[in-house]
Nanobody, 116 residues
Framework: QVQLVESGGGWVQAGGSLRLSCAAS????????MGWYRQAPGKQRELVAV???????NYADSVKGRFTISRDNANNTVYLQMNSLKPEDTADYYC??????????WGKGTLVTVSS
């Protein structure tokens, strides 16, 4: 059984910052890529950022220059530092990890609300 536990969501005013964390635990031998997705009300889930095991990153155009993804391989943890937040960043944020077996695991989500 693999669990992903997200934390760090909350309410913030536009221009503010939040840092999300996601820790993977359980029977997972090796974690490859880790990422963050988000889903706003009435919209499809979209990729926010992804990081490979070696540290390569990719970001959605809408967050480039404002968000930074990082990871701690020793603790199977991924972070998302979000700066200069905008009301349109309001969404449920989900982390995911890809294991070496090819299985993708998802967290339950953490809500980020940005007020104008």
């Amino acid at each position: 059984q693999v669990q992903l536990v997200e934390s760090g969501g909350g309410w913030v005013q536009a221009g503010g910052s939040l840092r999300l964390s996601c820790a993977a635990s359980g029977s997972i031998f090796r974690v490859n890529a880790m990422g963050w997705y988000r889903q706003a009300p009435g919209k499809q889930r979209e990729l926010v950022a992804v990081i490979t095991r070696s540290g390569g990153t990719n970001y959605a155009d809408s967050v480039k220059g404002r968000f930074t993804i990082s990871r701690d391989n020793a603790n199977n943890t991924v972070y998302l530092q979000m700066n200069s937040l905008k009301p349109e960043d309001t969404a449920d944020y989900y982390c995911n990890v890809d294991s070496s077996s090819g299985t993708r695991y998802w967290g339950k989500g953490t809500l980020v609300t940005v007020s104008s």
